[in-house]
Nanobody, 122 residues
Framework: QAQLEESGGGSVQAGGSLRLSCRYTRSMWSMAWFRQAPGKGREGVANIDSDGVTHYADSVKGRFTISRDHSKNTLNLQMTNLKPEDTATYYC???????????????????WGQGTQVTVSS
């Protein structure tokens, strides 16, 4: 059973940057970041598959970068030019599938972290 643990959340002003990390206990083929704002559903932010191919939500393209470090069993999300609408709890997710058909869909993933809060003030 894989375990995922996020870190790096916090509060920042609009235009600032944050780097989220997710440590996992077992190497997974495809991993992703999701977020959930109060009163809203969980939405996909970014995915990286087993080949290193990445996918991003339109709302974060050009601002967020997903990466993974296999030597450290860590998934990262570098977030720049943050906006108040990026405020949410961010979750790390993983699945033993090399290339999910819908990489930003919650239905594709069966391992989840507990989440880390990101708050962006205007």
């Amino acid at each position: 059973q894989a375990q995922l643990e996020e870190s790096g959340g916090g509060s920042v002003q609009a235009g600032g940057s944050l780097r989220l990390s997710c440590r996992y206990t077992r190497s997974m083929w495809s991993m992703a970041w999701f977020r959930q704002a109060p009163g809203k559903g969980r939405e996909g932010v970014a995915n990286i598959d087993s080949d290193g191919v990445t996918h991003y939500a339109d709302s974060v393209k050009g601002r967020f970068t997903i990466s993974r470090d296999h030597s450290k069993n860590t998934l990262n999300l570098q977030m720049t030019n943050l906006k108040p609408e990026d405020t949410a709890t961010y979750y790390c997710a993983a699945v033993y599938v090399p290339r999910p058909l819908n990489p930003l869909s919650t239905d594709e993933y069966n391992f989840w972290g507990q989440g880390t809060q990101v708050t962006v003030s205007s």
